[in-house]
């Protein structure tokens, strides 16, 4: 059951980010409540010097899951990779989450920039988390480029749509069957996350939804039960839509009426 | 009369106001300040001076907007410069489920029209067609704020003031003569408060005739929101960020960029204003943003006080005197009692 990415052994499929929460605290109830065990954590704001944000990222060491660094903010290739050295500094990890924005209304990937930085990334050492888009000719450079996971958004980042093109993920799934695929960003419901994983998506990260809900802490908990739903759901092999309608209980020959 | 004697360390919003409310109970207090007067080497100078209870419940707990309630009531009495004209949030058109998520999560406000938000506001005619009113909140200016209540406190026979000290350890420790030493020296005390933490702010002052306005104005944006707070001589206080960082020395071009951008997105005319200061401070927080008073021996320690200081200062002051000179503690911002 469980996922495995760059040779690490996941047993939650949810990814967590860590910003916009109301409170340090509630961050880390709401990271408890996931029972996720990744989190994601952007550099750029909270990073001007090594002294600055020290405390943040101690806080964030407290919560004992594997740190995933992000990009987020970059608008170029040269950003995004400067961003991720200092990540690899800073957190004693290979893993990064690269983000390149190309559009800044909808802070679509820049799938060009994307691509040349996870180039540059991998042979590096890093092992690069592409946020990219549902494109399968993107996935399949960012695939040869060394990349060993997906991350297509579901959405744009922070506007809780769901799945906007349920057609492209479903065909990148069918594309890539072995590649483990993330969807990222734009979700905003757990019936959004469980459709993800219907489809056979094999993990969530997200961020907005839950730290922007009212209750973030019990919103983490209902996003981890739709993903593990989800899950369940499509290893279970769903009963195919039927446009005539097929009783459950026999109904021929009933012998009582009222 | 020998009157209880109380040391007070750190001459910012929570400092003046525990001196106030001790003074007002016979005490005899005594400040300890690193500054020569009230300057910018405290984090309540680069305050808002919003007095916004009800629009902080958007975000913060309950129990900021209780506390929040009894900080409203105390500045009303000893700020002469405090103006209760409330509150509006507006928002862009395309940003309009914004200001319905926000009136969903707030209280004690009522949608305004196009119509009322050119009454209330004619600078901004036009401009918005939806927003919220929150007539019971008030705003200040913190600076002239922190002023008149340090002008009222010298005021009284039983305030010394001791100014420019430099507040190393054997300082921390109450004089002979004290019975009870208060610490509120904000995020200087994180070398006794271990889980105190930086919260950076960056803010705006600028100056413009073209706009005027009459209360604060909180404009809603899913990316960066802002407010802006009307100040005396055609000045605004724009603000503010909140980054997880304790270093306070630049203002990021970023953080500037946004802030004049959305104040740009209030009125165009903000794009010819004079920018007069660009502030950077660090706000002192625990774990869940809220104010702690911590009892060790005689030591009692008020911080914590994040984005809330003037709000909230008053309540801490007045929970602080009912601990030390009652005995009454309040678990709900009391987390350490020790002697």
């Known amino acids: ?258 | 009369m020998n009157s209880v004697r109380i040391d007070i360390i750190g001459a910012g919003v929570a400092g003046l106001c525990t001196a106030k409310h001790f003074i007002d109970r016979g005490c005899h207090v005594s400040l300890y300040a690193q500054s020569m007067g009230i300057d910018e080497s405290c984090c309540s100078w680069w305050a808002g001076g919003m007095l916004a209870p009800w629009c902080e419940s958007e975000s913060a707990e309950p129990l900021i907007t209780r506390l929040g309630q009894e900080g409203l009531t105390f500045w009303s009495t000893h700020s002469p410069e405090l103006r209760a004209n409330g509150s509006l949030v507006v928002a862009q058109t395309r940003d309009r489920i914004e200001l319905e998520q926000f009136a969903k999560r707030t209280t004690h406000h009522e949608s305004v029209s196009a119509t009322d938000i050119d009454r209330m506001e004619p600078d901004l005619a036009g401009r918005f067609t939806h927003g919220l009113y929150f007539d019971q909140e008030s705003h200040l200016d913190p600076r002239e704020a922190l002023q008149s209540l340090l002008s009222s406190l010298q005021d009284s026979t039983l305030f010394d003031l001791h100014q420019g000290q430099h507040l190393d350890a054997h300082q921390r420790q109450p004089t002979p003569k004290a019975q009870w030493l208060i610490d509120c020296r904000g995020l200087a005390a994180s070398d006794e408060l271990t889980d105190l933490r930086g919260v950076k702010g960056e803010m705006l002052i600028l100056e413009s005739k073209d706009v005027t306005l009459n209360r604060p104005v909180r404009l809603l944006h899913p990316r960066y929101p802002i407010y802006i707070v009307p100040r005396k001589s055609h000045q605004f206080m724009v603000g503010a960020t909140m980054i997880e960082s304790d270093d306070k020395r630049y203002a990021s071009a970023r953080s500037v960029m946004e802030l004049l951008s959305s104040a740009y997105a209030l009125h165009p005319a903000f794009a010819e204003a004079a920018l007069v200061e660009v502030g950077t401070d660090v706000r002192p927080a625990f774990m869940d943003n809220l104010p702690r008073i911590r009892r060790r021996g005689r030591t009692v320690y008020v911080n914590g006080l994040y984005r809330h200081g003037f709000l909230c200062a008053p309540a801490l002051a007045s929970r602080c005197v009912a601990l030390t000179l009652d005995g009454i503690v309040d678990n709900e911002v009391v987390d350490e009692n020790t002697d």
């Open chain 1, 1 to 258: 059951m469980s996922l495995t990415v760059y040779g690490t052994e996941l047993n939650s499929r949810l990814l967590l980010g860590t910003s916009l929460y109301p409170s340090p605290k509630i961050m880390l109830d709401a990271i408890a409540a996931s029972q996720c065990e990744v989190v994601t954590v952007s550099l750029r704001r909270e990073s001007s010097t090594e002294k600055s944000g020290n405390a943040f990222w101690s806080l964030i060491r407290s919560a004992n899951v594997r740190v995933l660094p992000n990009t987020a903010g970059c608008h170029s290739v040269k950003e995004a990779v400067t961003t991720a050295h200092m990540a690899r500094e800073l957190f004693d990890t290979p893993w990064v989450k690269l983000e390149v924005i190309g559009e800044d209304d909808t802070l679509q990937p820049d799938v060009f920039g994307l691509v040349e930085a996870t180039r540059i990334l991998i042979e590096d050492g890093f092992e690069v988390f592409p946020y990219t888009t549902d494109d399968l000719v993107v996935a399949d450079r960012l695939l040869s480029a060394g990349c060993e996971v997906l991350m297509p958004w579901g959405a744009p980042i922070g506007s809780g749509r769901g799945l906007n093109n349920r057609y492209a993920l479903t065909s990148m799934r069918a594309h890539f069957p072995d590649v483990p695929l993330i969807v990222d960003a734009g979700l905003g419901l757990p019936s959004h996350a469980a459709d993800a994983m219907e489809l056979g998506y094999d993990a969530i990260l997200l961020n907005t939804a839950v730290a922007k809900a009212g209750d973030p802490v019990a919103m983490a908990r209902a996003f981890a039960m739709g993903i593990e739903a989800g899950h369940l759901a499509h290893q279970s092999q769903p009963m195919p839509k039927r446009d005539m309608a097929a009783p459950s209980t026999p109904v021929f020959g009933t012998p009582f009426r009222d």
